[in-house]
């Protein structure tokens, strides 16, 4: 690596700043106010509760997934308490910040064909990702900043709270770094974003089996994870515990990973050309097949690679986790107190892992019906409906794979979990029940996101995405974490989806689903009438 | 029969007006080349034309049909190349030639197959990969191999090389004795020069000037170099002559042709050693019309303020 190919990066740090000021604001601010609310809002359990809260939670293999890892002496305090219940959420927070700076710096520059006037312009060979990673760092830093001062706003301890914010920024960067790597060996953004969304899965689902296969602290009261986090960095972060041991030597390894990882990308800059990818390019068929000449065969072509890079890891999370959640409670069901709660307890789960799978289907949702948004803005729809296919009949066809393709996933995952789990055949109905109660909710989702789409698509983006964030904060299984009031619980679908199936309303469900159709007419009718928008 | 026929279009995008009342037919079988600058509202017009942006007022049919209105029923009958060919980055060269086809009602293998060997195109990359030229060539090739009554070409050479360019010429013109109507935005002079029947200029947001290439020769000016004897004192306050220029013994100036004859009586009375006569060159007409463009801009300008 010379020196010169460092050229410019500075101009570019500078350049992404004041271009995606807003965005990272926008992050820091909500991470800050989430910190802020959840350490309040937790705060007003009395110290009997929180341990019972920890109890339950620990004492089942399955909801430790969810939870982190926790010290016996700090069930009954809130620094702790709210890190036990929080550190998923921020956890996945701080990965979906730091792959979106990264990659909106990186590939989707060079997709847009901005990369290539930036490095003419006399910028060095590694300025733009040397940049991004540079950007990623202290956006991450300043986001840990704002977790600090949320916990600190609510009289917790100064030091503690920094090395708190510090352990979520250490994994925010770690990242960072595999996104770049992602970046420079996929041959455009949405898949440098989908290779990074499985790294961060495979994080995820190592942490959570750290977790599951854990050591359970007397009385359940917490439990420490087993030797498999050391090799996640979200096991990094909860291993730092920074209110108790305060094991800063673990950012060594944050440290470590984040300049290896990107020595990696770095070295894979020189074995590439703008513009494309590591693993890109082979000859191709100078023919289409017959099934791809119908519009709808050209949506499945364009929608396929997405969808299979969700239902594969969706299939075997129903599977991973239904193992982890079969023989729940098991351990627990003597206990004086808590035997008949954890039973019920047991029971519920594979519902609310249900519940919180088809939260995260909502962004499979928008990616592919937010594809149609691409087609027309930077895409060829242009060319398309300048031939004989009615606007409606193309829409239909993204329309359909959105839609379908989102019930499908969460009926997959509610399948494969399943099939660990059910003690008879009989049963299986009642979880594909479960999953169509909770794709409910995906929906009417999917129905707002082609209803933006016809109706603003050049604010479709931004919204939709702020529109499935709130809805999971607010919904069935974040929302009574965070203490939320009724009237802001409401506003998400979620809410109205319960988690078993005999609790459900039938009446509910299908409004569900009916406003979904309606949303998605609102937005047909907005597309058929409006001006194409570049 | 006319294909297209616009009046009195208006296109507003918020407070900007792009289209500002615009008039332009274009016959059967005709090739009307549509000139101007950038921003002038073309690939406005052109959009309006395919049914995918919206008129603000006014009237845009194609084939006798209202071109929003009807947009698919015109589709059948119309092939297009836009300016910014944008393509499926993972789907091949053919791939995409096949689906638009198909979408155009099928595909004329032996059509398809000349075409390609004509551009020289490659079909088995990815979209990717192809060049601005070749993305260009994939979009020509697509629109050329349709069987259709109207092509629409949105500025069609802009990324192609000369001897490319060359090749476009030709399959125009072959459309052109098929009896095929085309209408091509452009700045590339040349190829409206050579392609077009009839050219239309547009600036602004309104068509200034249309005609055939000698209808508006005929009400320009030639311009003249000429050397003579004696010298030429008066002649700049003949009428019809303008933008005298003395270069040494040479002399040159524009005459209207409806003035011709007179000046060329004076001329003859100095004694004309060499007179050269040139008509005016499409770039000359256009250069005019941008220039007043722009004069008219800085007055409602400075109107305005």
């Known amino acids: ?534 | 029969m006319n294909v297209i026929e616009i009046r009195d279009l208006q296109k507003c995008y918020g407070k900007a007006q792009a289209l500002k009342g615009l008039d332009l037919t274009v016959k059967k079988g005709e090739v009307l080349g549509l000139i101007g600058p950038n921003g002038a509202g073309k690939t406005t017009t052109v959009r309006i034309l395919l049914g995918l942006l919206k008129k603000s007022s006014g009237t845009a049919k194609v084939f006798g049909k209202d071109a929003w209105d009807e947009a698919v029923e015109i589709h059948k009958r119309l092939s297009y190349v836009p300016d910014d060919v944008r393509l499926w980055p993972k789907l091949t060269g053919g791939e995409v030639i096949d689906f638009l086809a198909s979408l155009r009602g099928g595909i004329n293998e032996e059509r398809r197959a000349r075409y390609i060997e004509r551009f020289e195109f490659d079909p088995s990359k990815r979209c990717q990969s192809y060049s601005k030229g070749n993305r260009q060539k994939l979009a020509l090739i697509a629109a050329l191999s349709a069987d259709v009554d109207l092509i629409v070409f949105d500025e069609p050479t802009g990324g192609l090389d000369p001897l490319m360019s060359k090749v476009f010429q030709q399959c125009v013109a072959e459309l052109k004795d098929e009896g095929k109507t085309v209408l091509m935005s452009s700045h590339i002079l040349a190829d409206v020069e050579k392609l077009c029947d009839r050219v239309a200029i547009i600036s602004h947001g309104r068509i200034v000037e249309t005609g055939t290439l000698d209808e508006m020769r005929h009400m320009k000016r030639n311009v003249v170099t000429v050397r003579t004897v004696r010298p030429l004192e008066k002649l700049h306050e003949l009428e019809g002559v303008h933008n005298v220029q003395k270069n040494g013994e040479e002399v040159s100036f524009q005459a209207d042709n409806e003035q011709i004859d007179a000046i060329m009586r004076f001329l003859t009375d100095h004694g004309i050693r060499s007179i050269v006569s040139a008509p005016p060159t499409l770039e000359d007409l256009f250069m005019r019309h941008y220039e007043e463009g722009y004069k008219k801009e800085e007055v409602t300008r400075h109107e305005t303020e």
């Open chain 1, 1 to 534: 690596m010379r020196r010169s190919e460092f050229r410019k990066t500075l101009l570019l740090i500078k350049h992404a700043f004041r271009i995606e000021k807003i965005r990272y604001l926008v992050w820091v601010a909500g991470i800050f106010s989430l910190m802020l609310v959840a350490t309040h809002v937790n705060g007003q359990f009395t110290a009997e509760e929180m341990r019972e809260i920890v109890i339950l939670s620990t004492g089942e293999p399955g909801m430790r997934m969810l939870v982190s890892p926790i010290t016996e002496e700090g069930v009954s305090e809130i620094s702790r308490f709210v890190f036990f219940r929080f550190s998923f959420i921020f956890s996945i927070l701080f990965a979906i910040m730091s792959v979106q700076i990264v990659t909106r710096l990186t590939r989707l520059e060079e997709d847009a064909s901005r990369a290539e006037l930036v490095a003419t312009s006399g910028a060095g060979r590694y300025a733009r990702l040397s940049s991004a990673l540079i950007v990623a760092f202290t956006v991450n830093l300043v986001a840990a900043f704002g977790m600090m001062l949320g916990l600190v706003i609510n009289g917790l301890e100064f030091s503690g709270s920094l090395v708190a914010g510090l352990s979520y920024a250490g994994l925010g960067i770690v990242v960072a770094a595999f996104s770049a790597l992602a970046a420079e060996l996929s041959g455009n953004a949405s898949s440098a974003t989908g290779f990074s969304a499985i790294t961060f899965g495979a994080f995820f689902v190592l942490n959570a089996l750290a977790n599951v296969t854990g050591n359970v602290h007397e009385d359940a009261l917490g439990f420490e994870s087993s030797f498999l986090a050391w090799f996640t960095p979200m096991g990094w972060t909860q291993e730092v515990y920074p209110f108790d041991d305060r094991n800063l030597w673990i950012f060594a390894f944050f440290l470590a990973a984040f300049v290896l990882v990107s020595l990696g990308a770095f070295y894979f800059v020189d074995k590439r050309d703008v513009g494309r990818g590591v693993l890109a390019d082979r000859q191709g068929r100078e023919h289409a097949p017959v099934w791809m000449r119908r519009p709808l065969g050209l949506v499945w072509r364009l929608q396929r690679g997405a969808f299979l890079a969700w239902v594969i890891p969706v299939a075997f999370l129903g599977i991973a986790f239904g193992a982890a959640t079969e023989d729940l409670g098991v351990n627990f069901e003597d206990h004086e107190y808590f035997g008949e709660a954890f039973a019920e307890a047991a029971r519920e789960m594979p519902f609310i892992l249900t519940a919180v799978t088809a939260m995260v289907v909502s962004f499979y949702a928008r990616v592919a019906l937010l594809k149609m948004r691409k087609e027309e803005a930077s895409g060829p729809l242009e060319n398309v409906l300048s031939t004989p296919l009615p606007r409606l009949r193309w829409m239909a066809g993204h329309v359909l794979v959105g839609m379908a393709g989102s019930v499908i996933l969460v009926l997959t995952y509610a399948f494969t979990q399943a099939l660990v789990i059910i003690e008879s055949p009989a049963d299986i109905g009642e979880h594909l029940l479960g999953g169509l109660i909770q794709a409910g909710p995906v929906f009417l989702i999917a129905g707002l996101i082609i209803a933006l789409f016809g109706l603003v698509p050049r604010r479709a983006g931004a919204l939709t995405i702020a529109l499935i964030l709130f809805f999971i904060l607010a919904g069935s299984f974040f929302g009574p974490i965070l203490d939320l009031p009724n009237a802001v619980k409401n506003l998400s679908p979620f809410t109205h989806a319960d988690f078993l199936p005999e609790n459900a309303s039938i009446a509910k469900i299908i409004t569900l689903y009916v406003l979904g159709g309606l949303f998605a007419a609102i937005g047909f009718l907005a597309f058929k009438r409006r001006n194409l928008s570049f």
